[in-house]
């Protein structure tokens, strides 16, 4: 069975910064593109950024919202997965899932498997 | 960026209606499209990927089509299980965006 397992969500004041961590089983984490996908309260899913693998030189993309600030992170040793969020401000305030970035030919990728989800609040 | 818009925002139907969900995208995206169903408080699941194919496990009664730039999921016959907010999503090119979004609700 895969899982991924969110941690390290929690209460921050704006400026501040978080780590959130995903362990990740039941799957060949190190074969694989990874990404963060946030959804704001009441709002919708947001690409946060991803970060592929080995093979691809563990390369990282990010959404305009976060470039700067968030950082992906991978240890395939451990089948981790990190985003080190740094200056953060109330509209990061969200549930930041932990994904699979399935790569399948060409540009058809998707999102297969999905943690439950961490809440990040930013507030003063 | 490509930008995705659906519609409705929302909409209320019975069970056993069939629904019908648009996504439309900003430019061309060949059929580089999936669809995700959230409920909340659980993790959203993949629907439909590469505009077509149906994820395994993902029942018969859903399927999708395309026609140009606009999308189309469907559900035949709605069950209690599939009230929820409906997600179309580009993977055409980066960033990655996803569409604002469809909820169906019980009439």
């Known amino acids: 069975e895969v899982q991924l397992v969110e941690s390290g969500g929690g209460l921050v004041q704006p400026g501040g910064s978080l780590r959130l961590s995903c362990a990740v089983s039941?799957?060949?984490?190190?074969?694989?593109?990874m990404a963060w996908v946030r959804q704001a309260p009441g709002k919708g899913l947001e690409w946060v950024g991803r970060?592929?693998?080995?093979?691809?030189?563990?390369?990282?993309d990010y959404g305009a919202s976060v470039t700067g600030r968030f950082t992906i992170s991978r240890d395939d040793s451990t089948k981790s997965l990190y985003l080190q969020m740094t200056n953060l401000r109330a509209d990061d305030t969200a549930v930041y899932f932990c994904?699979?970035?399935?790569?399948?030919?060409?540009?058809?990728?998707?999102?297969?498997?999905w943690g439950q989800g961490t809440l990040v609040s930013v507030s003063s | 960026d490509i930008q995705m818009t659906q519609s409705p925002s929302s909409l209320s139907a019975s069970i056993g209606d069939r629904v019908t969900i648009s996504c439309r995208a900003s430019q061309s995206i060949s059929t580089y499209l999936n669809w995700y169903q959230c409920k909340p408080g659980t993790a959203p699941k993949l629907l439909v990927y590469a505009t077509f194919t149906l994820e395994s496990g993902v029942p018969s009664r859903f399927s999708a089509s395309r026609s140009g730039t606009h999308f189309t999921l469907n559900i035949s016959s709605l069950q209690p299980e599939d009230f929820a907010t409906y997600y179309c999503q580009q993977s055409y090119s980066l960033p990655v965006t996803f569409g604002p979004g469809t909820k169906v609700e019980i009439k």
């Open positions: 970060i592929r693998d080995k093979a691809n030189s563990y390369t990282t």
């Open positions: 039941g799957l060949t984490f190190s074969d694989h593109s």
């Open positions: 994904v699979r970035d399935y790569f399948l030919v060409g540009a058809v990728r998707y999102f297969d498997f």
